[in-house]
Structure formats: structure tokens, C-alpha cells
T-cell receptor
Framework: DAKTTQPTSMDCAEGRAANLPCNHSTISGNEYVYWYRQIHSQGPQYIIHGLKNNETNEMASLIITEDRKSSTLILPHATLRDTAVYYCIVRVDNAGNMLTFGGGTRLMVKP | DAGVIQSPRHEVTEMGQEVTLRCKPISGHNSLFWYRQTMMRGLELLIYFNNNVPIDDSGMPEDRFSAKMPNASFSTLKIQPSEPRDSAVYFC???????????FGPGTRLTVL
């Protein structure tokens, strides 16, 4: 699986949009971009995934650049409960469903 | 659905003792994963099963670690003998092969003294 690069930490004001970047410059054509988050003392939680089109669900939006070398996870109206570590993962779909977690971005939402 | 269930939630044991961690995946899920999380190494995949069969155990650190899945609704991760460096949070996750979302349990915090 391709490696990803994420900032170690970010801050966001409550109620504002949180934009979390991820670089995956060596991504292959058949690799998807997945985002998970881990709130303190809990197991990781799936957020969203995509291949090349932008995706949106009830939790977030995923914007993937046209060359697919980077992506941005957007939490449109961050709340204090969104404070967590966010992991960007690239993976060939159905490759045993394995996930390889990197260091992630620690997002702190502040009042 | 109750989600992925893990037991115990906390385990404190002494070096050399056997430790058994348990996991009940979500009903209908046919893939099960064991992860370990430490401050130093982050979240690591130890082993995963598809349809109760171990597919990849390359993440299992040593022969002291073993995992079984005797049926679709139960899996164990055993450490024998345990060592202080095994102290970590161990997560179990399950998924279907149709959907790629993995559902994680609450984890077992293991402390080996």
C-alpha cells in the first residue's frame, strides 16, 4: 500500500470547518483513500472513503485532487466531540480488507 | 446490533502469566482483525481472519502470541508467557467482504507488571 503524509496536529475553532490534508503521491490507480478517526480511549471509527470522485456523507466530505496525489477531509462544522486523531489510509480495495495506520493528525477543536 | 464486543476491558497480570483476550464480531461479518496500539508504535495489525481462516499473521510479534477463530462468532488472542513490553491496548475489528468499513471494538487495555 502507498504511504501517506499528514500533519502531526491541527487546531480548529468550534463551529468552523476543519480541513485535514493528506498527501499520497505514490498512490496507485486501484488504491482507495480511506479516513478513520480515533477519539481518545475508543477504537477507530470509519469516516469516509473514495477512489477519485469527491464523496460526502453525514459525517464529512472527501475531496480528492484530479491527479489523486492528495486529498482533504472536511468536517463542515466542527464540534468539541470531533477532537480526535484522524488517519488517512490508502489501500487496494478488497485486498484482504487490511488497514495500515500511520501517525495520523491530532485535531483539537477549541471553543 | 451491539457492535464488536471485547473482553475483558482491562487486564492486569504479572510477567510470565498467560493472557487471553476475547472478541465477538458483529453478526454476519466474515472478516476479523486483531490490532495492537502503543504510544511508541501506534496502531499495528497483528493478524486477520476471513471466514474463520487466518489469512495473514505476519504482524504477530513473536511465537508467544497466538490467535484462533473456532467459529464465526468468537476469536481469541493469547499471549503465553506475557512480558511487560506486551502492555498495550488490543483492538478487535470486523467487517464484511462486501463493505470495506471496519468496525472496531472498545479495546482491551493490557498491563503486564
Amino acid at each position: 500500500d502507498a504511504k501517506t503524509t499528514q500533519p502531526t496536529s491541527m487546531d480548529c475553532a468550534e463551529g468552523r470547518a476543519a480541513n485535514l490534508p493528506c498527501n499520497h503521491s505514490t498512490i496507485s490507480g486501484n488504491e482507495y483513500v480511506y479516513w478513520y478517526r480515533q477519539i481518545h480511549s475508543q477504537g477507530p471509527q470509519y469516516i469516509i472513503h473514495g477512489l477519485k470522485n469527491n464523496e460526502t456523507n453525514e459525517m464529512a466530505s472527501l475531496i480528492i485532487t484530479e491527479d489523486r496525489k492528495s486529498s482533504t477531509l472536511i468536517l463542515p462544522h466542527a464540534t468539541l466531540r470531533d477532537t480526535a486523531v484522524y488517519y488517512c489510509i490508502v489501500r487496494v480495495d478488497n485486498a484482504g480488507n487490511m488497514l495500515t495506520f500511520g501517525g495520523g493528525t491530532r485535531l483539537m477543536v477549541k471553543p | 446490533d451491539a457492535g464488536v464486543i471485547q473482553s475483558p476491558r482491562h487486564e492486569v497480570t504479572e510477567m510470565g502469566q498467560e493472557v487471553t483476550l476475547r472478541c465477538k464480531p458483529i453478526s454476519g461479518h466474515n472478516s476479523l482483525f486483531w490490532y495492537r496500539q502503543t504510544m511508541m508504535r501506534g496502531l499495528e495489525l497483528l493478524i486477520y481472519f476471513n471466514n474463520n481462516v487466518p489469512i495473514d499473521d505476519s504482524g504477530m510479534p513473536e511465537d508467544r502470541f497466538s490467535a484462533k477463530m473456532p467459529n464465526a462468532s468468537f476469536s481469541t488472542l493469547k499471549i503465553q508467557p506475557s512480558e511487560p513490553r506486551d502492555s498495550a491496548v488490543y483492538f478487535c475489528a470486523s467487517s464484511t467482504r462486501t463493505f470495506n468499513e471496519q468496525f472496531f471494538g472498545p479495546g482491551t487495555r493490557l498491563t503486564v507488571l
